[in-house]
Nanobody, 117 residues
């Protein structure tokens, strides 16, 4: 069964850091592009970052560029999102997903990130 399970969310102060994990099973994560997307309170899904298959070229939304880093551990079949210098506007449920992670793409159950003092 193809499955994605996110973890690592929580409450963090503005300016702090957090690392999200996404454990993939039922397929080889390095063989497909994978994304992080998020859903802020009362809003729709927004794309955050993508790591391509193979060489793992990465891209980021302007809102997180320079603060967030996506990476992949092929041995653990796990995707990560390192979040640094977080802001209150980063508060959202974060999902990892196949491809763009949007629309009908397979996503995990999500992990809540709350940025607040």
């Amino acid at each position: 069964e193809v499955q994605l399970v996110e973890s690592g969310g929580g409450l963090v102060q503005p300016g702090g850091s957090l690392r999200l994990s996404c454990a993939a099973s039922g397929f080889t994560a390095r063989s497909v592009a994978m994304s992080w997307v998020r859903q802020p309170p009362g809003k729709g899904l927004e794309w955050v970052s993508i790591i391509n298959a193979g060489a793992g070229i990465t891209r980021y939304a302007d809102s997180v560029k320079g603060r967030f880093t996506v990476s992949r551990d092929n041995a653990k079949n796990t995707l990560y999102l390192q979040m640094n210098r977080v802001k209150p506007e980063d508060t959202a449920v974060y999902y990892c997903g196949m491809g763009s992670g949007l629309g009908n793409a397979l996503r995990g159950q999500g992990t809540q990130v709350t940025v607040s003092s």
